[in-house]
């Protein structure tokens, strides 16, 4: 069974870094496409950014898009978020998550559609403070 583990959230100050992790573990996911996901209290789960099995092809959110870097370590079987420039609207629970068939032609329309991924980590919480 395929388990999901993020860790690296924290509180960061307004314009500070942090680099999320997704450790994948009972098979590799080398070649599935995964995303990170984050939710604020009282918002609907939205897609942050994914990316192919390859690396070849991301999505990025409008709202994330020049501050955060998606990239995967198939070595570690590991996935993370770069996320530099922080704001205060980043402030979620961040989520990462795999498909579920390995191989799959990805596109961006592929990534980030919530309906892909099959496979969902607990969460990690990021707070950006002013």
């Known amino acids: 069974q395929v388990q999901l583990v993020e860790s690296g959230g924290g509180l960061v100050q307004v314009g500070g870094s942090l680099r999320l992790s997704c450790a994948a573990s009972?098979?590799?996911?080398?070649?599935?496409?995964m995303g990170w996901f984050r939710q604020a209290p009282g918002k609907e789960r939205e897609i942050v950014s994914g990316?192919?099995?390859?690396?070849?092809?991301?999505y990025y959110a409008d709202s994330v898009k020049g501050r955060f870097t998606i990239s995967r370590d198939s070595t570690k079987n590991t996935m993370y978020l770069q996320m530099n420039s922080l704001k205060p609207e980043d402030t979620a629970v961040y989520y990462c998550?795999?498909?579920?068939?390995?191989?799959?032609?990805?596109?961006?329309?592929?990534?980030?559609?919530?309906?892909?991924?099959?496979?969902w980590g607990q969460g990690t919480q990021v707070t950006v403070s002013s």
């Open positions: 998550a795999a498909d579920r068939t390995p191989g799959m032609f990805e596109t961006t329309s592929y990534l980030r559609q919530e309906a892909t991924y099959d496979y």
């Open positions: 009972g098979r590799t996911l080398s070649r599935n496409a």
């Open positions: 990316i192919n099995w390859s690396g070849s092809t991301t």
